[in-house]
């Protein structure tokens, strides 16, 4: 019952680590910090049971004692931080992908990588399942992330067929919630930092492009679901509730009495049209599907940026 994580420092990896940890698990938590925060596990270091490590995991992993599973989540995820660190990118999904699964091999262990929806690029179906191959430009700005992770799944795929690996991919669709990087270039960041600011909320392009927001504590128990259970190929994780990016705008600044304006920017080139979940592989498999409605979710979300925003002015007095 002892766990590796990968970017244990960032969004998802932190909350992992704390469901791993109250499932009974031990957690060796390893991370490089080039956009992870150690804010993010600072309730842990109290806990016996949990370890942090600074590792980069695109060198080779060496870790002493027994480990019964690795879950793989390092990577860069938002686009400014991918487009900032292409060649971190690049190394961690492929040479971390391996190093992670080489760890994995040597303990006889389980493995989980995470995956992303960006493996469907911008896709021609829409709700995308399991078995669409994707539309994803391999040599545009975003496809060292992109291909970096659906190398990730051929590798893990490799490892599985080849060294009959126990391993698991979930595919993660968007997700929010506490420990989100105020502007780190998601939507939801972007718009708060914004309102918090005083600066009009940006949209691009028409703001008709569609995506679909999970909060947190689901998608974690859907990637716990899927890590225990038998399932070896892609499952996605997320929420299949579909809106525009301008209506979600909308959404986020009904929580300001005062709200900006909203302004429309240029769309960055290979931005996804659509973004949609079909979740019936998880509720099948995995008796899962989200229950936190978008208002509870965003209201959580709300008073942790609030909070957060009010360090930053603090600390740049």
């Known amino acids: 019952m002892r766990a590796v994580v ?24 390893l991370d490089n910090f080039i956009t992870g925060e150690e804010s993010n596990l600072a309730h842990l270091p109290g806990n016996t049971r949990f370890q942090l490590e600074r590792k980069d995991v695109s060198q080779p992993i060496h870790v002493t004692g027994p480990v ?44 989980l990588l995470a995956s992303t929806s960006e493996c469907y690029g911008d896709p021609n179906v829409s709700p995308q399942s399991e078995t669409y191959w994707g539309n994803v430009n391999p040599v545009g700005p975003r496809s060292v992330y992109d291909e970096a992770k659906r190398f990730a799944e051929a590798t893990t795929m490799a490892y599985h067929r080849f060294h009959s690996l126990d391993t698991h991919i979930v595919r993660i669709f968007n997700t929010y919630g506490p420990r989100m990087r105020l502007n780190d270039g998601r939507a939801l960041p972007n ?85 949609r979940p079909d979740i019936s592989k998880a509720k099948r498999l995995l ?31």
């Open 6 to 29: 990968t970017g244990a420092a960032g969004f998802l990896g932190s909350h992992l680590c704390d469901r791993l940890l109250a499932e009974g698990y031990d957690v060796l938590a």
């Open 68 to 111: 019964g599973y690795v879950f793989h989540f390092a990577s860069p995820a938002s686009p400014p931080d991918y487009l900032k660190f292409p060649i971190e990118t690049l190394k961690v999904g492929s040479l971390g992908t391996m190093h992670s699964l080489d760890l994995a091999f040597e303990k006889h262990a389980k493995f």
């Open 287 to 317: 008796n899962w599907e989200p229950k936190v409605e978008l208002q509870d979710g965003l209201s959580i979300t709300m008073d942790f940026f609030k909070e957060q925003f009010a360090r930053l002015s603090v600390s740049r007095r």
């Open 191 to 275: 718009f708060v930092f914004q309102a918090l600011s005083g600066q009009p909320i940006t949209v691009y392009g028409d703001g008709q492009q569609t995506r679909s927001f999970c909060y947190v504590s689901d998608l974690i128990d859907g990637i716990y679901r899927l890590s225990q259970s038998d399932e070896h190929f892609p499952t996605n994780i997320g929420n299949p509730a579909e809106m525009t990016i301008y209506e979600f705008a909308q959404r986020v600044l009904s929580f300001f009495p005062n709200a900006p304006k909203i302004i429309h920017e240029p769309l960055p080139q290979d931005d996804p049209k659509q973004r």
